[in-house]
């Protein structure tokens, strides 16, 4: 019997089992993809969230935030995010920073899916393993938490997310969030000479047009 099963290996998951080590529990992760794990992401951490990481042990390398400056055609706002700052950083590199300290704490992580769970009075039973709680955090599509019922009613329109780094030193230290009629690009400082581009958007088209 372990105290926390967590089914998948990204960010959240990785997250809740080093929470789940540091206080003195037996946490195992369950995740297919070997990592770290690449995907569409702003790459911005707001200072919540980095102000979580450390108080986690966790280090990731990137580049200081100061704020965030929305623009349009026509019109222009900025704001700082006060005393504390963000960090513009590679997901990969948040990824791998989260699951070597996972490591550390002594975590296991296993190969693997959950798609289903055994519960009863005193546990759940998932991929071979029993536990006293399950966690899932295999993605905004989860085939656990659809098994389980838990799944909420997807509304709204439906949008999608590309994104590319070019090789170029920052011009500024704010995510620039760049507003049109068909979606918003998501300008972040990662690194002193990579800067990061997301567009998100509900026109389901290449990443050129």
């Known amino acids: 019997m372990i105290d926390v099963l967590v089914a998948g290996g990204g960010p959240a998951g990785l997250a809740t089992a080093i929470h789940a080590a540091l206080l ?8 297919p993809r070997p990592g770290p794990v690449d995907k569409a992401c702003g790459e ?7 102000a979580a990481l450390a108080a986690m042990g966790v280090t990731v390398p990137g580049r200081t935030l100061r704020g965030i400056h929305y623009l349009d055609e026509r019109h222009a706002a900025r704001a700082t995010f006060g005393r504390a700052a963000g960090l513009g950083a590679r997901r990969v590199a948040l990824h791998d920073a989260l699951a070597r300290r996972a490591a550390a704490l002594g975590v296991k992580t296993v190969s693997g899916r959950i798609t289903h769970a055994v519960q009863d009075r005193d546990g759940v039973e998932a991929a071979g393993l029993r536990a006293r709680w399950l966690v899932a955090a295999d993605g905004l599509h989860s085939p656990l938490r659809r098994s389980l019922g838990l799944d909420a009613p997807q ?55």
């Open 24 to 31: 003195g529990m037996r946490a195992v992760v369950v995740e």
């Open 155 to 209: 509304g709204g329109v439906r949008r999608y997310g590309l994104r590319r780094h070019y090789r170029v030193a920052p011009w500024t230290d704010f995510v620039e969030v760049h507003w049109s009629g068909r979606g918003e690009a998501y300008v972040t400082p990662v690194g002193d000479d990579l800067v990061g581009v997301a567009i998100l958007s509900s026109a389901r088209r290449p990443y050129e047009e």
């Open 44 to 50: 911005g951490i707001m200072p919540g969230g980095v």
